[in-house]
Each structure stands twice: as structure tokens, then as C-alpha cells.
């Protein structure tokens, strides 16, 4: 079993940084993990993943170039460094992980474990 605990969201002003920070409970090291959000009234929207290694991830469009996952397994950690915010990505941040080991998903179905979220609002 796995537990997943985010923490960093807060409220910034437009073209502010922000670094969420995902700690799991659990053997992870050989589990990708994933960044989704939900903004109100929307559906949740995949944000990122890295892969078990730390050496390969993958972002949403919308967010590429903006947003960097990292993952420290000594720590059973995952981050997100949000730079240049915008007021659509206003949403709960949630960490995720997939129950089956050495995949790298991008689709929501794939992923078993997921943590609470944390509220990102971006103020204009």
C-alpha cells in the first residue's frame, strides 16, 4: 500500500513560481509517479509523470517548458517546479502512483494511488 502527501500549493500572482512536493509511504523506487489537477467545474487533467528512474518524464502541453518533475527516491519525494504561473493553472494539485512497476502512464485509469491534492490559485 501506498500513501501519497502533497504539499507546497498556496496562493501566487501571475508569472510567480511554485514547487509542489509529493512524500509517499511505501515502496516507491520502482514505481513512476504523477502530477494531475483539477480546476473547479472541470475534469482532471494529467500535468506530468517521471518514470521510476527519475531519467525519463513526460508533461502536458499546456505545460511544457513551464513545469519540471523531479524525484528524489532516497527520500520517496517527487516534486513539481511550476516557473511563469497563469491563471488557468489554478486547480488542486494531486501526486499519484500506478500499483504495477516500470511503467510510466499517462492516463488517469493507470494510476492506483493518489494523495488528497493541494490547492494551486494563481491571481491575476
Known amino acids: 500500500q501506498v500513501q501519497l502527501v502533497e504539499s507546497g500549493g498556496e496562493l501566487v500572482q501571475v508569472g510567480g513560481s511554485l514547487r509542489l512536493s509529493c512524500a509517499a509511504s511505501?515502496?516507491?523506487?520502482?514505481?513512476?509517479l504523477g502530477w494531475w489537477r483539477r480546476a473547479a467545474g472541470k475534469e482532471r487533467e494529467f500535468v506530468a509523470a517521471?518514470?521510476?528512474?527519475?531519467?525519463?518524464?513526460d508533461s502536458a502541453d499546456t505545460v511544457k517548458g513551464r513545469f519540471t518533475i523531479s524525484r528524489n527516491n532516497s527520500e520517496s519525494t517527487v516534486f513539481l517546479l511550476m516557473n511563469s504561473l497563469k491563471p488557468e493553472d489554478t486547480a488542486l494539485y494531486y501526486c499519484?502512483?500506478?500499483?504495477?512497476?516500470?511503467?510510466?502512464?499517462?492516463?488517469?485509469?493507470?494510476?492506483?494511488?493518489w494523495g488528497q491534492g493541494t490547492q494551486v490559485t494563481v491571481s491575476s
Open positions: 511505501g515502496r516507491i523506487s520502482e514505481h513512476a
Open positions: 517521471i518514470n521510476w528512474t527519475g531519467r525519463r518524464s
Open positions: 499519484a502512483a500506478p500499483k504495477r512497476e516500470f511503467i510510466m502512464p499517462t492516463t488517469a485509469k493507470d494510476y492506483n494511488y
